[in-house]
């Protein structure tokens, strides 16, 4: 069995092709995720050495953030399929007008988010905990971050449109550079370096803006300087119905998919965040270590996105079905490897937080649920959003949520905090069963194979 295991895995990694394709988009998407997430966790760590408090209540004000990325999230995502299937097809005049469609909606979203922060920063975190200390704390913190949401979902159409253009190297350099701007303006801003006075959440909030203002500058910068594809100013506002129809078609459904998950990924933390301040803690540096590891999961669903897009526009169906086995398969082999990864990383993130002893009770037992999580999500990513959305299979991906998460999940969340009173340790594990349970419906759907189809159509501008 051993052999024909090992055997197995050789014949995965023997096509060098496929490999060449998704390792020249894998690996740069996945350290473009590792360090944003790597942002986060430098904000929570040094804001843990401010107090407990501090980095609990910006973790729940980072809610706030989360949700305009699910709207990102699917903004980019339908921009993506279409784009990258049309690339397969040699349509770059198509991808150009995909470009604009998506700018036009990320303005709007970016100044509804900065209004909704702005003004209502109190109202918003009332909705995370009913702790004081902490609304008073994340409401500052919202109150100045807001002007980040100004920028970033402008930035992030920019940035996922050079990789689909095979720009991903790029995108990674300007990450990096963004991110370690960042950390240095942490350091001053929070702890009152160079004569700067201590902000605390406050100059975390402030470090953030600045960072996603210059990510845009750079990225627009790079953009016009390269050479690079980037939306005519002419036909940003011109409104193409075929193409508009086809965009909303595949891109509503990871709209819906995106928001069902997004709201009930924030009813965990409202669970958690009144359970009380050890609790919320715990969650907080397990959802860094989280969001560190399946950096991995992302990369690889992004990139499979991108390669199955460009062979299924091609008319490259037969291929495309192959490709989409070796990436489920891959998306196994990402999961275990995540799952070790928690336990590699999870002691070392716990050395260096400010917690009490009551929120490193909860971390360990966490560290185990949390990777069996990681498991599910890799497969999850890789298959639904990556392989099944390339095709423009689009709709399973909210089925799948609402029967697992909503229909089941929530429910034993909500009934084991406030009415069975359990322990939040089975709070957390309940939560984490949500990517679990949806393995054996997404590979019933997967075997359907309704996903390897080609979408593009030469009928849009007639």
Same mark, same amino acid.
């Given at each position: 069995?051993?052999?024909?295991?090992?055997?197995?895995?050789?014949?995965?990694?023997?096509?060098?092709?496929?490999?060449?394709?998704?390792?020249?988009?894998?690996?740069?998407?996945?350290?473009?995720?590792?360090?944003?997430?790597?942002?986060?966790?430098?904000?929570?760590?040094?804001?843990?050495?401010?107090?407990?408090?501090?980095?609990?209540?910006?973790?729940?004000?980072?809610?706030?953030?989360?949700?305009?990325?699910?709207?990102?999230?699917?903004?980019?995502?339908?921009?993506?399929?279409?784009?990258?299937?049309?690339?397969?097809?040699?349509?770059?005049?198509?991808?150009?007008?995909?470009?604009?469609?998506?700018?036009?909606?990320?303005?709007?979203?970016?100044?509804?988010?900065?209004?909704?922060?702005?003004?209502?920063?109190?109202?918003?975190?009332?909705?995370?905990?009913?702790?004081?200390?902490?609304?008073?704390?994340?409401?500052?913190?919202?109150?100045?971050?807001?002007?980040?949401?100004?920028?970033?979902?402008?930035?992030?159409?920019?940035?996922?449109?050079?990789?689909?253009?095979?720009?991903?190297?790029?995108?990674?350099?300007?990450?990096?550079?963004?991110?370690?701007?960042?950390?240095?303006?942490?350091?001053?801003?929070?702890?009152?370096?160079?004569?700067?006075?201590?902000?605390?959440?406050?100059?975390?909030? $402030?470090?953030? =803006?600045? &960072?996603?203002?210059?990510?845009? *500058?750079?990225? #627009? @910068?790079?953009?016009?300087?390269? !050479?690079?594809?980037?939306?005519?100013?002419?036909?940003?506002?011109?409104?193409?119905?075929?193409?508009?129809?086809?965009?909303?078609?595949?891109?509503?459904?990871?709209?819906?998919?995106?928001?069902?998950?997004?709201?009930?990924?924030?009813?965990?933390?409202?669970?958690?965040?009144?359970?009380?301040?050890?609790?919320?803690?715990?969650?907080?540096?397990?959802?860094?270590?989280?969001? $560190?590891?399946? =950096?991995? &999961?992302?990369?690889?669903?992004? *990139?499979?996105? #991108? @390669?199955?897009?460009?062979?299924? !526009?091609?008319?490259?169906?037969?291929?495309?079905?192959?490709?989409?086995?070796?990436?489920?398969?891959?998306?196994?082999?990402?999961?275990?490897?995540?799952?070790?990864?928690?336990?590699?990383?999870?002691?070392?993130?716990?050395?260096?937080?400010?917690?009490?002893?009551?929120?490193?009770?909860?971390?360990?037992?966490?560290?185990?649920?949390?990777?069996?999580?990681?498991?599910?999500?890799?497969?999850?990513?890789?298959?639904?959003?990556?392989?099944?959305?390339?095709?423009?299979?689009?709709?399973?991906?909210?089925?799948?949520?609402?029967?697992?998460?909503?229909?089941?999940?929530?429910?034993?969340?909500?009934?084991?905090?406030?009415?069975?009173?359990?322990?939040?340790?089975?709070?957390?594990?309940?939560?984490?069963?949500?990517?679990?349970?949806?393995?054996?419906?997404?590979?019933?759907?997967?075997?359907?194979?309704?996903?390897?189809?080609?979408?593009?159509?030469?009928?849009?501008?007639?």
């Amino acid at each position: 069995m051993v052999v024909i295991k090992l055997q197995s895995i050789r014949e995965l990694f023997s096509d060098t092709e496929f490999n060449s394709k998704v390792k020249r988009l894998m690996i740069p998407i996945t350290l473009q995720s590792f360090i944003l997430n790597a942002v986060s966790l430098g904000d929570t760590v040094m804001l843990g050495f401010v107090s407990q408090d501090s980095f609990a209540s910006v973790s729940l004000a980072a809610n706030v953030s989360f949700i305009m990325n699910m709207f990102v999230w699917p903004l980019t995502g339908g921009a993506t399929l279409l784009a990258s299937q049309y690339l397969g097809k040699g349509d770059h005049h198509t991808v150009q007008r995909v470009f604009c469609t998506i700018l036009r909606y990320a303005v709007l979203l970016s100044l509804i988010f900065f209004t909704l922060s702005l003004a209502f920063p109190y109202q918003l975190m009332s909705a995370f905990t009913n702790d004081w200390d902490m609304i008073s704390i994340g409401a500052g913190y919202l109150r100045i971050c807001s002007f980040s949401y100004l920028f970033t979902a402008i930035s992030q159409c920019f940035l996922s449109m050079l990789k689909v253009n095979d720009r991903a190297k790029a995108c990674t350099v300007i990450t990096t550079s963004v991110v370690v701007l960042d950390l240095i303006l942490n350091a001053i801003f929070i702890y009152g370096l160079l004569g700067c006075p201590p902000m605390g959440a406050d100059g975390a909030a $402030l470090t953030t =803006s600045i &960072s996603k203002f210059l990510e845009l *500058a750079a990225v #627009i @910068v790079y953009t016009l300087c390269s !050479g690079a594809m980037r939306p005519r100013l002419r036909e940003l506002f011109r409104i193409l119905p075929k193409l508009e129809r086809e965009y909303w078609r595949y891109s509503l459904p990871i709209f819906i998919n995106a928001g069902a998950w997004c709201v009930g990924s924030t009813v965990y933390s409202a669970v958690i965040g009144h359970l009380g301040s050890d609790p919320t803690a715990a969650y907080t540096v397990i959802n860094v270590i989280k969001n $560190l590891v399946v =950096s991995l &999961s992302t990369g690889m669903a992004s *990139a499979s996105g #991108i @390669v199955m897009g460009r062979v299924l !526009g091609d008319g490259q169906l037969e291929k495309g079905r192959v490709y989409g086995a070796r990436l489920a398969k891959l998306s196994i082999l990402c999961g275990f490897v995540c799952a070790v990864l928690t336990f590699i990383i999870g002691p070392l993130v716990l050395v260096i937080f400010k917690t009490t002893q009551g929120a490193r009770d909860y971390l360990r037992p966490m560290l185990v649920f949390c990777s069996l999580n990681c498991i599910g999500r890799c497969v999850n990513d890789t298959v639904i959003t990556g392989v099944f959305n390339s095709g423009g299979d689009t709709a399973f991906d909210g089925q799948s949520i609402i029967a697992t998460m909503w229909g089941i999940i929530i429910p034993l969340t909500l009934c084991a905090a406030f009415w069975w009173k359990l322990s939040p340790l089975w709070v957390y594990f309940i939560m984490s069963m949500d990517e679990l349970i949806k393995l054996p419906w997404v590979y019933q759907h997967y075997k359907k194979y309704a996903w390897v189809r080609n979408i593009t159509r030469d009928d849009l501008y007639t």
